[in-house]
């Protein structure tokens, strides 16, 4: 069951108790201004459930912005995961040209260089393969 935390014109944002989930979808191209208000909400919303696996669909983002990918993974979601003081993993859904573009740019990995670090992250263009990554990180015991 699914409980919708918050909704804008750009991103939807609902919670799974039953798994700790912490879904965001975006639900169309956004500028850069949007991009950092719809992450603020999320990290609200992980700090407020204590939930650190998140499934990030990016999928009906078409316009794409490079700097995005880069601020997210270097600069957000460490300090996420310095405030939860948990491992925080996070699935991206991206469409396949997408996971294509970013397979060519060496800067951002698909996937957490380090197995070991306490942020982990892979990108998907599977909802199911994305849901079993963080099945997986789930049942990993919390600190």
């Not at 925080?88 to 197995?115: G, K, Q, T």
């Amino acid at each position: 069951m699914y409980q919708e935390l918050a909704s804008t014109a750009f991103l939807q944002v609902a919670y799974r108790p039953d798994s700790c989930l912490l879904i965001g979808r975006w639900l169309c191209s956004i500028t850069d201004e949007q991009l950092r208000e719809g992450y603020e909400t999320m990290r609200l919303a992980a700090l407020e459930h204590n939930c650190p696996h998140w499934l990030m669909d990016a999928r009906r983002r078409v316009d794409r912005r490079r700097n995005g990918p880069e601020w997210v993974v270097t600069s957000f979601l460490p300090q996420v995961q310095r405030e939860l003081g948990d491992r925080l993993c996070v699935a991206f859904l991206v469409l396949p040209n997408h996971l294509r573009e970013l397979e060519e740019d060496a800067s951002l990995p698909l996937r957490s260089p380090n197995a070991t670090d306490p942020f982990q992250y892979a990108r998907f263009i599977d909802e199911g393969e994305a849901n079993a990554w963080l099945d997986e990180h789930r049942r990993r015991p919390r600190k």
